[in-house]
């Protein structure tokens, strides 16, 4: 099943089963010459499945199809290369295209989040889905950068760089139509998820800055990689900013008990998740959790509120004076 959205513009959703998401809003441009697919799914049978027939109701001939990649999780990349042909190009940003052809990343993700109070050992990397339905192979990309342009059909895409979510999320702005591609960077109905396992970034000072800039924009549509299509991109984009503000303060409250790893820290927030208590989580759900409070931590480290001290076993935070 799709959905036609304008003229030449559909969407597909693709299943994430057993996932909170639910779904991935795939989106699909057919045009005479050549056609486009935004984001893919996660390479899994249930997705390819989604995907192939929502493609052949569309009569989609995939060595006329490109493919567009907003930025490198699973569920937006999965399905790469059961879509690409050799006459096809993978659009994505030179950061985003790196980590998906990495396949050494884990190992020092989990050693970070070790030292942040996070007790699982590699079960957490085995259960995570960027682990277990990511791209297998490696991808030739055709590498996009801010402000580059995208002709598909009667549509002309600027590629607006968006970083926080992931280092080098882009999104697509039609200015004529004002419509907006949003991936990941912008969601109507839940929040995206800000997470570092590192120390050499600052996610959510980006993540913020990249919201002003998409402020800034002509949005009369916003198409989202998940749930709902929505209109009001500047009023969803102040209540952004706003969780953003609580979630900081929440953590800030939280070290007023004392110095705490980014763990414990985790477990004593609210979660828009449908648990009763954290010890119900599961592990997947702690893991991006721990990955948010470190970069509100990080955030809030660089705005002199707080600071950290780190032996070689656990990073601890604490309040400034």
Known sequence: MFDTIRP?????????????????????????????IVDTGMNRPECLEAMMNGLRELDIDLSKTDLFITHMHADHSGLIS???????????SQADADIINSKDNWRPMLLFANRSGFPHDE????QHPGFKY????????????????????????????????????????????????????????????????????????????SLDKTYALEVEQ???AHRQIFTDCRGRINQLREHHNRRAAAILNVLEKGPQNAFEIASQLKWDLSYEHW???????????????????KYLEALGKVKHNQSSYEIKYYLTA
């Open 82 to 92: 059961h879509l690409a042909t050799e006459t096809s190009r993978v659009f994505c």
């Open 134 to 209: 990511g791209v297998r192979e490696i991808i030739d990309f055709t590498i996009v950068k801010d402000g580059d342009t995208i002709n598909i059909g009667e549509y002309t895409f600027q590629c607006i760089s968006t970083p926080g979510h992931t280092p080098g999320h882009v999104c697509l702005y039609e200015p004529n139509q004002k419509i907006l591609l949003s991936g990941d960077h912008i969601l109507g109905k839940i929040t995206p998820n800000i997470s570092l396992f590192a120390d050499d970034r600052n996610p959510l000072d980006e993540y913020l800055q």
């Open 279 to 297: 010890d119900q989580f599961p592990i997947s759900q702690k893991w991006f959790a721990t990955g948010e409070v470190i970069a509100h931590l």
């Open 8 to 36: 030449g513009l559909f969407r597909l959703e693709i299943p994430l089963p057993g996932n909170p998401l639910k779904a991935v809003n795939s989106y699909v441009f057919k045009a005479p010459d050549r056609n486009l």
């Open 123 to 126: 079960e957490a990397i085995r």
């Open 222 to 224: 916003v198409l989202p």
